[in-house]
């Protein structure tokens, strides 16, 4: 349901918008499934976002300040470091 909404907004606001966040905030849950979901959501909001509004529009993704390896989910996208709005770990 998360990345219809996403679809929807990239869509209709697209050619309005600088950037969509794809979650603010994400909960950070112990052990190695929390990487995995949220990579896995990461790069699934990536893909539907760059579908409907093209490259035009920021991907922001937020690690819940749990340190998720932001370089290694990188080589999973093609996209660049200077379009993150924070740094990478």
Excluded: C
């Amino acid at each position: 349901m998360t990345l219809t909404i996403i679809d929807v907004l990239a869509s209709q606001l697209g050619p309005m918008i600088d950037a969509i966040e794809l979650l603010n905030e994400v909960a950070g849950f112990l052990g190695s499934a929390w990487d995995s979901a949220v990579r896995d959501y990461w790069r699934r909001g990536y893909e539907v976002v760059r579908q409907a509004a093209g490259d035009n529009v920021i991907v922001v993704i937020g690690d819940a300040f749990e340190r998720v390896d932001v370089r290694a989910f990188a080589s999973e996208v093609p996209f660049t470091f200077n379009k993150l709005t924070h740094s990478p770990v």
